[in-house]
Each structure stands twice: as C-alpha cells, then as structure tokens.
C-alpha cells in the first residue's frame, strides 16, 4: 500500500506563494496519475490539479488556471503543487492523490487577506 505524506503548507498573505510536496513511499508512483484536492470548510472536496503518468499531461481546475503548477519526479516519487498570487479563497486543506485510492492525510494552507 502505498502512503503519501503532505508538505509546506502554512499560513501566507494574499498574493503570496506557497510549494506543496507529496512524498510517496512505495513503488507504484510513476504507474499512477497524481492529483491535488482540496476542501474548504462546509465545502465538498474538489480536484486543484492532476499530472500524467509521465509528467507530459496536465490538468488544472478553472480558478488555479495560470497560478498553480503541478509536477512530478518519479526518479524520487515526489510531487509537488506551486501556489502562486494565492487568494484567500484558496484556503483550504489540500491533499495529495495517487491513482484511484491513495491519498495523503491533507496539510493545511490558510491565505490571509
């Protein structure tokens, strides 16, 4: 079974950045789609972000398009999500996915106004 450990998440300013890493034990990591989530408090948990198998294809949610960069390096099983000109509805715990199953134990990122 796979674990995924989340980090660098925290507490930053509106316009601000932040760079989270998923950490991936395990051998399956580049046999697996990645994915970031995230839920706000009272909200559904909604998908950010997913990268390909091979780093080649990504996908971004409508309100991250051009601020958040998603990545992977499977030679080390990490991915990583890069949050720029946050906002506060940004807020949010974020969670690391892999495949259909797998997922972190979430890491919270707040944005301040």
């Known amino acids: 079974q796979v674990q995924l450990v989340e980090s660098g998440g925290g507490v930053v300013q509106a316009g601000g950045s932040l760079k989270l890493s998923c950490a991936a034990s395990?051998?399956?990591?580049?046999?697996?789609?990645m994915a970031w989530y995230r839920q706000a408090p009272g909200k559904q948990r909604e998908m950010v972000a997913t990268?390909?198998?091979?780093?080649?294809?990504?996908n971004y949610a409508d309100f991250v398009k051009g601020r958040f960069t998603i990545s992977r390096d499977n030679s080390k099983s990490t991915g990583s999500l890069e949050m720029n000109n946050l906002e506060p509805t940004d807020t949010a715990v974020y969670f690391c996915?892999?495949?259909?199953?797998?997922w972190g134990q979430g890491i919270q990122v707040t944005v301040s106004s």
């Open positions: 996915k892999l495949g259909n199953d797998n």
């Open positions: 395990g051998t399956l990591f580049g046999l697996n789609v």
């Open positions: 990268i390909s198998r091979g780093g080649t294809t990504t």
